[in-house]
T-cell receptor, first 111, second 110 residues
Framework: DGGITQSPKYLFRKEGQNVTLSCEQN?????MYWYRQDPGQGLRLIYY???????QKGDIAEGYSVSREKKESFPLTVTSAQKNPTAFYLC??????????FGSGTRLTVV | AQRVTQPEKLLSVFKGAPVELKCNYS??????LFWYVQYSRQRLQLLLR??SRESIKGFTADLNKGETSFHLKKPFAQEEDSAMYYC????????????FGQGTTLQVKP
């Protein structure tokens, strides 16, 4: 059953703590994306990667970091530098000629 | 700069009424436009892409380059159409990044 898996579904972060959100796909898609979804602001692009070992900053990359060591995996780390991390995070993947496939999301809350 | 604007945060209609969700974009090149839908507790999924010019679940959208718009329309709304709708623009190739609008919540009342 092909698709994108995001984990965990819910994540709680303490002040000053780094947390990592997982995104795995078995669709053999080349490109992967991380978006942040806030009410009234739509989806904003955090980071993206179009090939392994390469990634680019999106519109709101500050306070986040990523890696792309394998084609299937694109984890997102929310660092302590991100001042307002409470949000819903969506991962997506795409390959040429296909539509984007989205994960089910991770809801991150600062406690 | 590339931008997608959805002017309505909430659109509320009665069942059977026509629906039009507005989307305007700014892009200097040749855009590829999409509508995505997110039903309650479900993943974001593709509804329409302007290239395919198809009708999905009774929805259609026409790209108007003169008005830089890609409005989503349905002649008769159904309760199951209630969801969040996002308009999105893609540039820089088939794996290029999507720029999303702010989203419009469609509420179809019985």
């Amino acid at each position: 059953d092909g698709g994108i898996t995001q984990s965990p579904k819910y994540l709680f972060r303490k002040e000053g703590q780094n947390v990592t959100l997982s995104c795995e796909q078995n669709l053999n898609h080349d490109a992967m994306y991380w978006y942040r979804q806030d009410p009234g602001q739509g989806l904003r692009l955090i980071y993206y990667s179009q090939i392994v070992n390469d990634f680019q900053k999106g519109d709101i990359a500050e306070g986040y970091s990523v890696s792309r060591e394998k084609k299937e995996s694109f984890p997102l780390t929310v660092t302590s530098a991100q001042k307002n991390p409470t949000a819903f995070y969506l991962c997506a993947s795409v390959t040429g000629g296909s539509g984007y496939t989205f994960g089910s999301g991770t809801r991150l809350t600062v406690v | 700069a590339q931008r997608v604007t959805q002017p309505e945060k909430l659109l509320s209609v009665f069942k059977g009424a026509p629906v039009e969700l507005k989307c305007n974009y700014s892009y200097s090149g040749s855009p590829e436009l999409f509508w995505y839908v997110q039903y309650s507790r479900q993943r974001l999924q593709l509804l329409l892409r302007h290239i395919s010019r198809e009708s999905i679940k009774g929805f259609t959208a026409d790209l108007n380059k003169g008005e830089t718009s890609f409005h989503l329309k349905k002649p008769f709304a159904q309760e199951e159409d209630s969801a969040m709708y996002y308009c999105a623009l893609r540039y820089s190739g088939n794996t290029g990044k999507l720029i999303f609008g702010q989203g419009t919540t469609l509420q179809v009342k019985p």
